[in-house]
């Protein structure tokens, strides 16, 4: 049998090349005897009427011809299809070339058996077609992992997207603020609680690293809209190098029957000869890959899918006992039983870069790649003779700038949001002439931000005294970390100012900091740069609104605090009852101009270091009003906690209820950003208690970027004191007649 499909295989063939040369030649030797060559466009307009029927009889042959062709191809695709399961390959005709390339008769749509022309073929997907993506996403990595992959959607897209995430509640916090923020025109983002959905797959044991969210999948007809017909469902380490439009029309192919498409396994799991004693789930032929799925759920619904995945999970179970590759496990099960219901995806839409993979068989040139899908725990240190390929793409969009994502899509209007229609109608207000349009316009930018871009972990403390040190920092700082955690055992609030790729360099000295790794209950925030100014004060706010304690402790990244202050600072919050009263507890500033500092131990220790000339109050030598207030002279000798009156341009570093009031984000740069919330403080009736044995101590470091700028530009100055006068005048809006000191004291400077 084998040896008989193998010669009629070649004879047709043979056939099939003579026939299509032969009328070729015939069709060319006809043309070249009116003086006219066969390689004229076959849909120029106008045609004179003397070539009309000329060219009817000419599109008569070649349709004859065609057909004649069409009848050797599918008898060559039933002989080829008898061959390969003779040999017990299911599915691998597929690898270079599938159903949706070369459909049988049966699967053609009406334009394919028609005369085919390239001059009037409709696209498989319309214009301004919605897509809908589906993700399964839990945790902080995943929430991390799956921005790459919205990145590679976004960077080739040209229609308009829905996504819709099942996720915990630490995605759901993290993605619906990266999403709000980022602000991308004509996509929708939708949530969906995992909790409510983990009854329906906790009964099911699974030994695959992705737990109980990796059984997320089967529950989609559930989650999801009732009204909604089909969508594409992604694993979150997938890179797409293609327009997703094109994974989305193949629903268009699909025949009535089919329900779910699916790209073959590249690996021999499902062949179990992997190892000695390998079983594993039953699966057709080699089995499918969930990485990629179109699901079309109006018929999964029709065919009570839910019910049907169940029963399978169940039977398999009795023997199986558990899953060893989550869902994927129980898809297979249940599409060897209905294998009419599967719909093969070119192996290509699902490169898989698997331990075992046989990936490598499916394509000759890597730049036809749609999708990778980095499948193996190893992830980028996966082998692969072409993973640089693979990882330069990943790294592209790994820290590609998302600014430039939010570009609108030409011919699909867009619902603008609320807050969109708002910010366009405050920056059309601007006036462009105005010396200080710059630094308004940056008070109105809209900041990607990234909520906990590392693992975070916090147990409240039981008396509801816990204190949150909170600080912002940008690349140039990064240095500050780990001498901050060691001094410093309570909860971290830090927000970043970095772009995509500083991003990345951050996640890598993270994880190769033993310190910086066994610190959980640091909360790092990233607030991606755009615009020409350092947006200070909205990062600080970042960090602020993102501390999970009753209090905080509000500082700079520059500034190491004494050993043994967290606790100090919890037994000052009881002792001042700052729970029911306005206070703002002080903290003394130092400064050093050593590199390397012996930090004191101890008030006696720093005072013997301050008389020495080791250490200074800080910036005495150059901004003395800043710190002045504090009464250093009478902190040497103090034992208990003592009140000091607001003065001008006093900016002390404070512990005060998480509830106080926001940096005022329209000082970006260098000067007043500390200042004003100082003064706001005082506004509010915030007493300032100096902590008699609390001290912190500024490490030395190069003058940033918009210090230089102040000191070099007038206009800059300018400009930052006309912010001053209307941050005044709001104040005295805001708070009456208590808030004219403000202005008494300024116009006495």
Request: proline share 4%; aromatic share 12%.
């Amino acid at each position: 049998m084998h040896l008989l499909c193998r010669g009629r295989l070649k004879l047709l063939v043979a056939s099939l090349t003579a026939v299509v040369l032969l009328t070729w030649l015939y069709l060319l030797a006809g043309n070249l005897e009116n003086g006219r060559s066969l390689l004229l466009a076959p849909c120029l307009p106008d045609t004179p009427a003397a070539q009309v029927l000329e060219r009817a009889v000419l599109e008569s042959r070649v349709r004859e011809v065609e057909e004649e062709n069409r009848q050797i191809r599918l008898q060559l695709s039933q002989s080829q299809g008898a061959a390969q399961l003779a040999e017990g390959n299911y599915g691998n005709q597929q690898w270079g070339a599938s159903a949706d390339t070369v459909p049988e008769d049966g699967d053609n749509t009406a334009e394919e058996k028609s005369n085919h022309t390239d001059c009037s073929r409709s696209p498989l997907v319309q214009k301004c077609e919605l897509i809908h993506v589906a993700c399964v996403c839990a945790g902080h990595n995943a929430s991390r992992d799956v921005v790459t992959l919205v990145k590679s959607v976004l960077f080739h897209r040209r229609n308009p997207l829905h996504f819709h995430f099942i996720t915990d509640s630490v995605a759901s916090r993290i993605l619906s603020s990266l999403f709000r923020s980022w602000m991308v025109p004509s996509v929708q983002v939708s949530f969906y609680d995992a909790e409510e959905l983990k009854s329906e797959v906790s009964w099911i044991p699974n030994k695959h690293y992705s737990g109980i969210y990796g059984l997320m999948k089967l529950t989609l007809t559930k989650a999801l809209p009732s009204d909604l017909a089909k969508v594409i469902v992604l694993d979150t380490d997938i890179t797409f190098a293609t327009d997703i439009a094109e994974l989305w029309g193949i629903f268009k192919k699909f025949t009535d029957k089919q329900v779910i498409g699916l790209v073959e396994n590249q690996s021999d799991w499902y062949l179990g000869n992997l190892w000695k004693n390998h079983k594993p789930w039953p699966a057709l032929g080699r089995g499918f890959n969930t990485g990629v799925i179109l699901l079309y759920l109006e018929r999964l619904r029709r065919i009570s899918w839910e019910q049907m995945w169940r029963l399978t999970a169940e039977r398999e179970l009795m023997s199986m006992l558990s899953t060893s590759l989550a869902d994927q496990d129980i898809f297979n099960a249940f599409i060897k039983q209905n294998p009419v219901l599967v719909h093969q995806l070119p192996c290509f839409w699902n490169v898989q870069l698997s331990d075992h993979t046989r990936s490598e068989q499916c394509y000759t040139e890597v730049s036809d790649l749609k999708v990778i899908h980095w499948n193996s725990p190893k992830k980028l240190r996966v082998k692969n003779k072409h993973v640089e390929f693979f990882r330069n793409l990943y790294l592209t969009f790994l820290e590609y700038d998302g600014n430039l994502l939010r570009r609108e899509l030409f011919g699909c209007p867009s619902q603008a949001s609320p807050e969109s229609v708002r910010l366009q109608a405050a920056l059309e207000e601007l006036d462009e002439d105005d010396q200080c349009y710059d630094f308004r316009r940056e008070r109105l930018t809209v900041h990607r931000v990234h909520l906990y871009f590392l693992q975070y972990e916090y147990t409240p403390a039981e008396d509801d005294t816990d204190v949150t040190l909170v600080a912002q920092l940008s690349m140039d700082r990064l240095q500050m970390l780990e001498a901050i955690c060691k001094h410093w055992e309570g909860p971290i609030s830090l927000a970043l100012y970095m772009s995509d790729a500083e991003a990345q360099q951050f996640l890598r000295y993270a994880q190769a900091s033993e310190v910086l790794k066994n610190r959980k209950n640091v909360g790092y925030h990233i607030v991606y740069k755009e615009g020409q100014f350092y947006p200070v004060n909205l990062v600080r706010n970042v960090a602020l609104k993102n501390a999970n304690t009753p209090y905080v402790f509000l500082t700079d990244v520059d500034f190491l605090p004494m050993y043994g202050l967290y606790d100090y600072l919890r037994k000052s919050i009881v002792q001042l009852d700052v729970a029911r009263t306005k206070k703002a507890l002080v903290v003394p500033a130092f400064e050093t101009l050593r590199y390397r500092l012996s930090f004191p131990k101890s008030k006696a220790e720093l005072l013997s270091m301050l008389d020495m000339g080791t250490l200074y109050t800080f910036r005495y030598h150059v901004w003395p009003k800043g710190h002045a207030p504090t009464n250093y002279a009478k902190w040497r000798t103090a034992t208990t906690p003592y009140k000091v009156e607001w003065e001008s341009d006093f900016e002390p570093y404070v512990v005060v209820r998480r509830d106080c009031p926001e940096y005022d984000q329209r000082f970006v740069g260098f000067g007043w950003n500390k200042v004003s919330h100082i003064m706001e403080l005082d506004a509010q009736e915030y007493d300032l208690m100096v902590l008699p044995n609390a001290f912190m101590i500024h490490m030395p470091h190069a003058p940033s970027f918009d210090i230089s700028k102040f000191r070099s530009s007038s206009s800059y100055r300018n400009c930052l004191n006309t912010l001053k006068d209307e941050f005044h005048q709001d104040l005295s809006r805001k708070y009456g007649a208590a808030a004219l000191k403000y202005l008494t004291a300024q116009r006495n400077i």
